[in-house]
């Protein structure tokens, strides 16, 4: 069964130092996602990616983060200037139509420690 | 807006008892409703949903959720838990429309002893 993939599963790093998470979605997906869960807290949406842009962002993608698919099967997050706030785990999703009926498939998640 | 709160971060049961996890979710557009589990070192997996129609909704591993609008809720039962429905599992609302993201809860994580 085809399944989101990410790496690393643990990212270490720094105050100040970027980092770049990478994801692989579903071959024939279409609409990528990224969330977050800060440790205790709730699961959180930061950001919706088709056709090669953005198509929704919360009020946490800042100017700090930012998304790209470089290639036809990556698809990463970009934080520039990591803060002690962005410890968190962040999970990658697709979908085949972004809709109801294709639905979202997450990734195992990548857990992010900024020290 | 929409919101989704979950009661109770922990819930503890023994195995053959009966599994209740609560949801409550707030919208004002008719909601569509979710339940994922998440198992140690896994992803997300969809347990079931609600759209339309039927309020009873049957999911994988003998799950079920009932979506009672009157009372806002969508609670996940299971007759009867298993050691392995030990994880946790989070209730997820979103809309019809544009890029559907989901509006997540806490999330409980769910523990079952002999």
């Not at chain 2, 009661?7 to 008719?30: F, I, T």
């Not at chain 2, 039962?77 to 890029?99: I, N, Q, W």
Request: contains cysteine.
């Amino acid at each position: 069964e085809p399944e989101v993939t990410q790496t690393p599963s643990h990212q270490v790093t720094q105050m100040g130092q970027e980092v770049i998470l990478r994801c692989v979605p579903i071959s024939n997906h279409l609409y990528f996602y990224w969330y977050r869960q800060i440790l205790g807290q709730k699961v959180e949406f930061l950001v919706s990616f088709y056709n090669n842009e953005i198509s929704e962002k919360s009020e946490i993608f800042d100017d700090q983060f930012s998304v790209e698919r470089p290639d036809g099967s990556n698809f990463t997050l970009k934080i520039r200037s990591t803060k002690l706030e962005d410890s968190a785990m962040y999970f990658c999703a697709s979908s085949e139509e972004g809709t109801l009926s294709s639905g979202w498939f997450f990734g195992p998640g990548t857990r992010l420690t900024v020290l | 807006a929409q919101s989704v709160t979950q009661l109770g971060s922990h819930v503890s049961v023994s195995e053959g008892a009966l599994v209740l996890l609560r949801c409550n979710y707030s919208s004002s557009v008719p909601p569509y409703l979710f339940w994922y589990v998440q198992y140690p070192n896994q992803g997300l997996q969809l347990l079931l949903k609600y759209t339309t129609g039927a309020t009873l909704v049957k999911g994988i591993n003998g799950f079920e959720a009932e979506f009672k609008k009157s009372e806002t809720s969508f609670h996940l039962t299971k007759p009867s838990a298993h050691m392995s429905d030990a994880a946790e599992y989070f209730c997820a609302v979103t809309r019809l429309g544009g890029y559907n993201k989901l509006i997540f809860g806490a999330g409980t994580r769910l523990a079952v002893h002999p």
